[in-house]
Nanobody, 122 residues
Framework: QVQLVESGGGLVQAGGSLRLSCAVSGSTFRRYVMGWFRQAPGKEREFVAALYWSGGNTVYADSVKGRFTISGDNAKNTVDLRMNSLEPEDTGVYYC???????????????WGQGTQVTVSS
């Protein structure tokens, strides 16, 4: 059984940085397309970034391009999201997800973690 566990969330001031990590157990992240999504209070869960390690491909939401970086760590079997220049609008619960298609569509991901809270204060 594949499990995803997020960590690294917290409270940060606007302009600061955080690094989220998604630990994958039961398989290797390289088998999947790994994505990060986020959900703000009262809003839909939205795509943030995705990584297809085997193809060397990454995809980012327009709102985070140039500020966020998704990467994989083979030794740790984790998928990380480095977030720089954080804005209050980045506040939300961040979820790690796994699927088989490199897409922004939430429906294509069928492995999900429990989420980690990120709060950016102004």
């Amino acid at each position: 059984q594949v499990q995803l566990v997020e960590s690294g969330g917290g409270l940060v001031q606007a302009g600061g940085s955080l690094r989220l990590s998604c630990a994958v157990s039961g398989s290797t992240f390289r088998r999947y397309v790994m994505g990060w999504f986020r959900q703000a209070p009262g809003k839909e869960r939205e795509f943030v970034a995705a990584l297809y390690w085997s193809g060397g491909n990454t995809v980012y939401a327009d709102s985070v391009k140039g500020r966020f970086t998704i990467s994989g760590d083979n030794a740790k079997n984790t998928v990380d999201l480095r977030m720089n220049s954080l804005e209050p609008e980045d506040t939300g619960v961040y979820y790690c997800a796994g699927g088989m298609v490199l897409t922004q569509r939430r429906e294509e991901y069928y492995l999900w973690g429990q989420g980690t809270q990120v709060t950016v204060s102004s």
